[in-house]
C-alpha cells in the first residue's frame, strides 16, 4: 500500500494547482501549511512527564534496595518520597510493571511491589530453619 498523502502535502498541492492565479487562496493556504506544521511538534514530554520520570527511577531505586514486595506506604518511607500519595505511587507503578521493571503482588488485601524477578515469600511464612 502507497503512503497516504498528508494534509500538508494535499494542501501544499493545492497551492502549486492555484499557482499565481489566486493570491488571497494561496496566502490563505500558506498559513494553513504553518499552522498544520505547528501540530505535534512539541513531542517532548511535559514538565510533569519528566518529574515522573525521575519520580519512578527513585521508586524502582526503593524497590531494589528492599530487594522484597513492600507496600506503598513503606515505599514512601524512603527518601525523596515521602510526599508521594498512595494513588500517584500506584500510577508510577502501572507504567513500571507495563515497562517489565516491576511487579504487583495482591496479597489478602493489600497490595504490594517489587522489582521484577523477585520471588514472592508470604510475610506470615515461616523461617527456614538454617
Not at 47 to 70: C, P, S
Not at 87 to 99: N, R, S, T
Not at 100 to 106: D, E, F, P, T, W
Request: aromatic share 4%; no cysteine; charged share 25%.
Amino acid at each position: 500500500m502507497a503512503n497516504a498523502m498528508t494534509y500538508i502535502e494535499a494542501v501544499n498541492a493545492g497551492i502549486k494547482a492555484l499557482g499565481e492565479g489566486n493570491p488571497e487562496a494561496v496566502e490563505k493556504l500558506n498559513a494553513l501549511v504553518v499552522q498544520l506544521g505547528k501540530r505535534g511538534t512539541k513531542g517532548g514530554m511535559t514538565k510533569t512527564q519528566k518529574e515522573n520520570v525521575i519520580i519512578r527511577e527513585a521508586i524502582l531505586g526503593a524497590l531494589t534496595d528492599a530487594g522484597r514486595f513492600i507496600s506503598p506506604a513503606e515505599i514512601k518511607e524512603y527518601e525523596g518520597l515521602e510526599e508521594l500519595s498512595v494513588p500517584k505511587i500506584g500510577a508510577l507503578m502501572k507504567q513500571l510493571i507495563a515497562e517489565g521493571k516491576a511487579q504487583k503482588h495482591m496479597h489478602k488485601k493489600h497490595v504490594l511491589y517489587a522489582v521484577a524477578g523477585v520471588e514472592f515469600i508470604a510475610p506470615e511464612a515461616e523461617a527456614e530453619a538454617e
